[in-house]
C-alpha cells in the first residue's frame, strides 16, 4: 500500500560489493518506472548513486571467512538492528534482499513477522550445501527473482 502521499517504500538491502551493484542497477531501473518510489536500505556507494538512501555501509559488514566474522560481530549486529528498526518504522511496501545470506534471510524472517512481503533478487546458493535452506526460504520468502537463465 503506498504511502498517504502516494509513494511506494521499498527496501534493499545488499551486503556485499556485488549486491551493491547490482542493487544499484535495480534500484535504477525502479526509478526508470517510478520516480516518486521511494528506496532506502543498507548498501554501498553505488546503491546511494543511484538513490537509495543508505542506512547502513555493506562494507561495513562485507566479512571473508570465519575469523572475520568474529571480528565484526559487532557492527553487524548493529546493522541487523537497524535494518529492523527501518522494517518496522517505515513499513516498507516491498523488502528486497540481494544474496548475503546469514544476513539477509535472519532479515527475511522478521520482516515476514511485520507483514512485509519479501523479494529475495539473487537467490543465496542453496544447491550446494546447506540443504535445508531451501525450506527456510520457501518458508519465509514470498518470491525468488533469478538473475541466470
Do not use: C
Not at 35 to 53: K, Q, S, T, W, Y
Request: glycine share 8%.
Amino acid at each position: 500500500m503506498p504511502s498517504a502521499d502516494g509513494r511506494r517504500r521499498v527496501m534493499i538491502v545488499a551486503g556485499e560489493a556485488s549486491g551493491d551493484m547490482h542493487g544499484a542497477k535495480l534500484a535504477e531501473a525502479l526509478r526508470a518506472r517510478d520516480n516518486r518510489i521511494d528506496l532506502f536500505g543498507v548498501g554501498g556507494r553505488r546503491m546511494h548513486a543511484a538513490g537509495v538512501a543508505v542506512a547502513v555501509d555493506a562494507h561495513r559488514l562485507a566479512v571473508v571467512g570465519i575469523t572475520e566474522v568474529f571480528a565484526k560481530l559487532p557492527r553487524i549486529l548493529e546493522g541487523m538492528r537497524t535494518a529492523k528498526r527501518l522494517i518496522t518504522e517505515k513499513r516498507p511496501n516491498l523488502l528486497i534482499l540481494i544474496d548475503f545470506p546469514d544476513f539477509n534471510l535472519h532479515l527475511a524472517a522478521f520482516a515476514q513477522k511485520q507483514a512485509v512481503p519479501v523479494l529475495y533478487y539473487i537467490s543465496p546458493q542453496i544447491w550446494a550445501w546447506r540443504q535445508g535452506r531451501v525450506r527456510k526460504i520457501k518458508r519465509i520468502v514470498d518470491h525468488m527473482a533469478g538473475i541466470l537463465p
